[in-house]
């Protein structure tokens, strides 16, 4: 079982973000055990709203042994109103957090000792979610297919498709995947297969700012 007393951990969204970023870092050179022996321990959360809840910060920071707490979240449709939820949330135990978030993502000491981050995928900028950041780690020579499968999604999308338009990129990146072999692969195998490439540059940033906050 997971070990909830670990002095590294990382709150996120849901069970594909949690798998995703252990692939990720594993294949950035960051060694990778099953729970209990992963060097973070990735908390899923269920949902955005399971995050942020009130009083959760500071019993978190409060852990006993903790070293460094992360939170990745989603940006959805608007990250500077992801940002100032985010900010208002941490107001109690963090009086002076800038404006906007820093393009490489939060870093910052707790008055008791513990470092504390935040990412809002996909870049702290953009719109979005975490398949808005994985489909920059596409390879190129797949790009053309990649095309296809967004012009697919595009036409089901006039033929009446349901999806919503904030999970257009969702629908097209598992169009694409649905195109490989073996077919319809999960964001996490996509990633520790390199049908995705996690070592392309474009996952720098976020792999630097992990590596900063936890220290591995």
Not at 10 to 24: F, N, P, Q, S, Y
Not at 146 to 168: I, Q, W
């Amino acid at each position: 079982m997971p070990n909830r007393s670990h002095p590294l951990k990382l709150l996120v969204e849901g069970d594909t973000d949690r798998g995703v970023i252990a692939g990720l870092m594993e294949a950035n050179g960051v060694p990778w055990p099953d729970p209990p022996d992963s060097p973070v321990f990735i908390d899923s959360r269920g949902s955005v709203d399971e995050i942020p809840r009130p009083g959760d910060l500071e019993a978190e920071l409060g852990a006993s042994g903790l070293e460094a707490l992360g939170v990745v979240v989603d940006a959805n449709g608007d990250a500077s109103a992801r940002w100032d939820d985010l900010r208002e949330w941490c107001s109690s135990e963090f009086s002076d957090l800038p404006d906007q978030i820093p393009t490489g993502g939060l870093e910052v000491v707790h008055s008791g000792g513990p470092r504390f981050g935040i990412w809002i995928m996909p870049d702290n900028r953009l719109t979005g979610m975490l398949e808005d950041w994985l489909v920059q780690l596409i390879p190129e020579a797949s790009e053309p297919l990649y095309e296809l499968a967004r012009n697919c999604v595009a036409d089901s999308k006039r033929r009446g498709a349901p999806f919503r338009e904030v999970h257009r990129t969702k629908a097209e990146i598992h169009t694409w995947l649905a195109w490989q072999d073996e077919p319809g692969l999960r964001l996490y195998d996509a990633v520790t297969q390199r049908v995705l490439d996690p070592k392309g540059p474009e996952s720098g940033p976020f792999v630097s700012w992990f590596r900063s906050l936890f220290r591995v």
